[in-house]
């Protein structure tokens, strides 16, 4: 028997045949489950990260400028990004980072004078993502040592070892999720598990919402204007332009 919250490829294939009863039968291929299974493991991961749960999956990622270079290869892991902090002494946390803001297109040219930064926290940098890269502007000074927060890529399960946490036992849902379209190539009647699908997904979504259970998410105070620079400086306050 599985061991939730997590389970193998192998345990969650099996789950799955004997939800739609298909132990002995090989109308459905351990191929076919497996790519089903990495298939609803990409829609449970999303559920987590896209309604409630950008922080169950958070990587760090950090890079130094270089002079004159404006574009950065993203982590080659790299799905959403969560946040960009800029270090205010070298790349030692130590000595406080802060938190760039991000540009839109239209703004590309809005913050083209030279950038600077200070040790209150003033920058007039900002970021885009741009394809595969991460675009600074205006130009960032080299030597700078920029961190970012971003939710990875889901991990597809290749052997039978390979290992999937579902946090709560949400893989109840890849399970129930395979087995709907295992009986829907069988052309069977998949309305019970249609309905056990649903419940599921109202689960996950009313669970992964407050991770944090003692102190709900709040309103998040950020670096604001400090008149120090035209456009959106930092300087810890709780209002901006």
Avoid: C, H
Wanted: net charge negative; no cysteine; hydrophobic share 40%.
């Amino acid at each position: 028997m599985p061991t939730y919250p997590q389970m193998t490829l192998a345990e969650i294939r099996t789950q799955a045949r004997q939800r739609a009863d298909m132990v002995v039968s090989q109308f459905v291929t351990d191929a076919e489950l497996n790519g089903w299974i990495n298939s609803s493991l990409a829609e449970l991961y999303d559920l987590l990260i896209q309604k409630y749960g950008d922080d169950y999956f958070v990587e760090l990622y950090s890079f130094s400028t270089g002079n004159g270079v404006d574009r950065y290869d993203l982590p080659t892991n790299f799905y959403k990004l969560l946040g960009v902090d800029l270090f205010l002494t070298g790349n030692d946390p130590d000595q406080g980072a802060i938190t760039l803001r991000p540009f839109t297109f239209a703004e590309r040219n809005r913050y083209a004078t030279a950038n600077a930064q200070t040790w209150l926290g003033i920058t007039n940098l900002r970021y885009r993502l741009s394809g595969s890269k991460l675009w600074l502007t205006p130009t960032p000074q080299g030597e700078q040592t920029i961190r970012l927060w971003y939710v990875p890529r889901v991990v597809p399960l290749v052997n039978d070892a390979d290992v999937a946490d579902g946090v709560s036992g949400w893989l109840e849902y890849v399970v129930v999720d395979v087995a709907i379209k295992a009986m829907q190539k069988e052309e069977s009647d998949v309305s019970v598990l249609l309905a056990q699908k649903v419940a599921l997904i109202q689960r996950i979504e009313s669970a992964a919402e407050n991770r944090d259970a003692g102190s709900p998410a709040t309103v998040a105070d950020v670096q604001s204007t400090s008149g120090a620079w035209p456009y959106n400086a930092g300087l810890g306050g709780g209002w901006t332009l």
